[in-house]
């Protein structure tokens, strides 16, 4: 699941179009990549709607960028964020992004992120376009991301435990692509790092903490087994 951990991150936040319920668990995983050092929230602050992302700038170090609606039914906010985004990139002093949006305009600016080898996180609605999460290093779904991790323990929420049919053979193709002894064990690490080439797949949108556990409540189909080496390893079994 884990990228090269990079150095200096930068979560550009639309406000106008995420939930600020959000913040704490975005900010835990982009802990995955490094320090997010910048941090920036872009609306019109003078609107009502943006009052709750208002009230926690301080508690997690947003800088909020001022953006007002020059004209009625433009979104000025994505061009901000857009021209700051592509400022950041020049300048070099970033080696990844969090996108916290699930507007599709922000796909061709994510392309372009990832086209100078740099590690883009989309954080929004499961319902976001299918362009824009594929264009993301990883595409998390901030709604199931917020379950997740306000459920305390290790066990996964109810609802998520169901496996379906097409995440079962996503990760039975990339234990296929790995490299197995002869048993059948594939590293389960690098089970997770194939099917991550996939940015839909993260097991945060399942609602599981890690891929062991995702792949202990798909035991009908896997065998997880630790070694010696303290790794653990996957072989399908159905």
Known sequence: MLETPLKNIALLIDADNASHAGIDPVLTVLAELGQVNIRRAYGNWAKPALAKWNQITHRYGLQ???????????????MAMTIDAVDLLYRGKVDGFGIMSSDSDFTP????LRQDGLIVYGFGSDKAPEAFKTACTRYIDVDQLIRTHEHEDDTPPAESKQID???IELLGDAWKAASRDENGYARLQEVGQIAGNRSSFDVRNHGFKRLS???????????????GDNHLYVKRVR
């Open 109 to 112: 600016l994510v392309t372009r």
């Open 165 to 167: 049919g097409e995440l």
């Open 64 to 78: 909020p960028m001022q953006q007002f609606d020059l004209t009625k039914g433009k979104n000025a906010t994505d």
């Open 213 to 227: 556990d995702l792949m202990k409540a798909a035991s009908d189909n896997f065998k997880l087994e630790r070694r």
